[in-house]
């Protein structure tokens, strides 16, 4: 409801409300006072996409199960309301996948900090075990991530998440196939060159 107070109906009614006030100064307030404060909204032309119910309005309730109930400032189409709340979810959308991810690395990070923490027993030692367990750490969320987003997305476009799958299956066997190579050992005198 829009209330409209000219400045003279605003000083008229904060007189009136000092006057059942316990004091006579609005200015000074004592312990045990109510603040109350009245403000204007400026006149403007909004689109509302809602059901009207009333003088008011509710969410709308579409065949899909979703509600829409969405106010835009300005006088714009249907088309472009439905547009920018689109484009806002799909921002929203991969805000929240970077955030599991981010959450996700510091989860797997986490769980291999006593590896770190063992190699700490000789210093340089410990910051390359710091440094590797990282990377493996990376490697995991952001296989692990691709795995999670892609299974939601085999519903609704299967290549993408198919593709998105196969992705974090490669990261994978490329992972554990650097793990499993065994280091070339040389025999004692003998040095390799590298260019």
Known sequence: MFLGLSL?????????????????????????????WFSTTPNTDVSVMAKQFGE??????THSGT????????????????????ADNANLTWILRA??????FFGVLMGLKPLAVLGDVIPLFG???????ALVAAAIAISLSLITIATAWIVYRPLLGIGLIAVAVALIVVLVARSKRQPEVLAPGVFEVVD
């Open 127 to 133: 910051s390359i075990v710091a440094f590797g367990t």
């Open 99 to 104: 955030a599991g991810v981010i959450l996700m």
């Open 56 to 61: 008011t309005f509710e969410p709308y309730a």
């Open 8 to 36: 003279v109906n605003f000083k008229k009614r904060k007189r009136e409300m000092s006057k059942r006030r316990k004091f006579d100064d609005p200015d000074s307030p004592a312990i045990g006072d109510l603040r109350i």
């Open 67 to 86: 509600e829409l109930n969405m106010l835009t400032l300005g006088v714009v189409s249907p088309e472009a309301m439905i547009a920018r709340a689109e």
